[in-house]
């Protein structure tokens, strides 16, 4: 199992230093904004200038991340994106069709690359260890998790893993016309330092992440993830009923009520009506949980009882399916 | 732990199968020529792909589909690679892929019709995203469960056949077909352009005088698989993945350092990770752009840790041009063939030492009594820097 050891988020929610912030939010309406924090106190005027939104974002959740520990240098920096920085690559799109005569600046086109989030922190922290970018549409944060993982298994101590996505104009108007309706597009970004150690900061643990891609079933990969995960937790069986609250995303019905029966009678919640929608939310379902399973008995959802276990399904891609099971650490 | 790789596939500027570019890397053929089916505002020389999207939807026999050409290059090195392996219950099987363009060859068509105001083409933007190339793969092999996408610039590919090895060591997966795509698109062309490191000849990599990388385009994918796996495969290895590293710079988010301290943990920790000494590498296949910058920082890192004993060296982005995320990859596939034919490519468009390191690199075709291991460099922006060490059985 894989210690939680610091968790930030910056979203359209209160969730940046905020303990229990589970506690007080509601879902979103359709005037929510990006909630930024004062980026000055986390990122230098230099580069703060430079710097697009999902940049600012990911490296003030990292520093703070880094800050909410005694780790000076992670030994390793692995980030999921969906789509990338696509502020930068839009102004630079911009820049070549319009720029008919003379020089381009380049500085849109050098921050365009999907690593560009991995490799400011890296700057940042002075890190020369192994540095990752997966971009997987949705499931961009289930395999940067499970790199991160497999960097502990390998001897890493502690691995500061994220994803980010923003939200550009342009978007809105493609979803329309793909036929996206009622969808609320966001920015957001949650990175976490996850390790093998269970110092005293860490109540709550990872025990699984995996990923589906072009699954077959939801059943057929939730047994699959389950079997899967039994080893590391060293029991022979988990019981489906053990398990809380299931926090998921979906525009499919079918996996709606299949998601319901699975789990009749236990708490299910779509958190993407908290998040809103942008390709690695499901990193902030992850943030979402470790914050509800921290503060014990709480109010999410008008939820009073004390939660140990959850697992966050995502298929927001109806092709995928992203698994991830979270749990509180017994004292 | 021995993980075998028993399928190359390869399509670039110089074939579109592994037997054409090797071919023309015997002929000292390069592919770098004034490109022809990407649009384009001015005369430039890239290293492209020698068939139009049309040619290669017809060649691959494909349905209607929206096709990015980073999809439909994946596609065709993927299916060479993956040969006559099916699919099986009880071999854990993934795909890993990696590109940094993704659809943008699509996507910027798409982009100008929105800039002009003209009637939009749904179909450009719904191939944009990277995964996306990597899933119309999966699906033309029936592969599902495991499908990554990495994207860290010009190392990716790198890094998707370094993360294949470990999901098998760490017994994760037990066969992975991984490789890399990118397609020629204006978005990158203009963007080495605006950097000013395009040079409008050839490129010349390890030379005094190179002004900078000529872009081109590929794709190559490799089929890395366990013992358990090989023994239900029957397949024949050509070699195992011995080694690997990734370390960053941390120096600037393009340009490698002056002491080549990233490249030079690469290659470092990959050797230590192969178990084998700087002596025993027989040939080096360089990330070697051609850009002023890179080059440098390269050589230094060669000399850091092989000092008088630098072992044969070589830029094959000579003959492909800089094929960005998909060079790992291509470049794999060409260690690998030096290894399995003891040979070694040369450094085309060399004619003087860089005055500041002076290292000559290979500059003929030369057969040679054994290559054993075969170290792979690649280098990309935001400081990614990764080393491979392919090794005989």
Known sequence: MYFIQAASTISHQPTFKNKSFSENISTLNTASELLSPDYKKYITPVMLRRMSKILRMSVACSVDCLEQTDIKSPDAIVVGTGLGCLDDTEKFLNNIISIKEGLIPPTSFIQSTHNTIAGQI????????????????????????????????EGG?????????????????????????????????????????????SKICVLNAASYGLFNSFSESLEDFFSASIPLLGKSKIDLGTIDLILFSTLQEKTKNEIADLFKGKSIVDYEKYSGTYFTNSAFALHLAIDILESGKNNFNGMTIDMKRILICNNLNSQNMGLILVEKVEA | MKIYITGLGVISAIGTNVEENYQSLQEEKTGIEKIKFLSFDSVVLAGEVKLSNDALIEKMSLKNGFYSRTSLLGIVAAKESWGKNSLNQSIRTGIISATSVGGMDKSEKYYRQVLQKETTDISFILTHDSGNTTEKIAKELGINGYINTLSTACSSS????????????????????????????????????????????????????????NVGEGAAFLVLENEKSIEK???????????????????????SSPDGKGATLAMQDAMKKAKINPNEISYINAHGTGTKNNDLSESVAIKNIFKQNIPPFSSTKSFTGHTLAAAGAIEAVFSILAMNNNILFPNLNFSQSISETELLPQTKLQQVENVKNVLSNSFGFGGNNTSLIFSKI
């Open chain 1, 122 to 153: 890296s700057l940042i922290l002075q890190n020369h260890n192994y540095n990752m970018t997966h971009t997987q549409n949705t499931l961009s944060f289930e395999h940067a998790l499970q790199d991160a993982f497999l960097c502990l298994d």
């Open chain 1, 157 to 201: 101590e502690n691995v500061l893993v994220g994803a980010a996505d923003e939200h550009i104009e342009i978007l809105d108007d493609i979803a329309e016309e793909i036929g996206y309706k009622n969808m609320q597009l966001t920015s957001g970004a949650s990175f976490f330092i996850v390790s093998t150690k269970n110092n005293k900061n």
């Open chain 2, 158 to 213: 790198a890094n998707a056949i370094m993360l294949a090895a470990r999901l098998i060591e760490q017994n994760k997966l037990d066969r992975v077909l991984v490789g890399g795509a990118d397609a020629l698109t204006q978005f990158t062309i203009k963007g080495f352009h605006s950097l000013m490191i395009y040079d409008n000849e050839w490129c010349r990599p390890f030379d005094e005088n190179r002004k900078g990388l």
């Open chain 2, 233 to 255: 495969t029957g397949n024949k290895p050509y070699c195992i993945i011995s080694g690997w590293h990734n370390a960053a710079d941390a120096f600037h988010q393009t340009a």
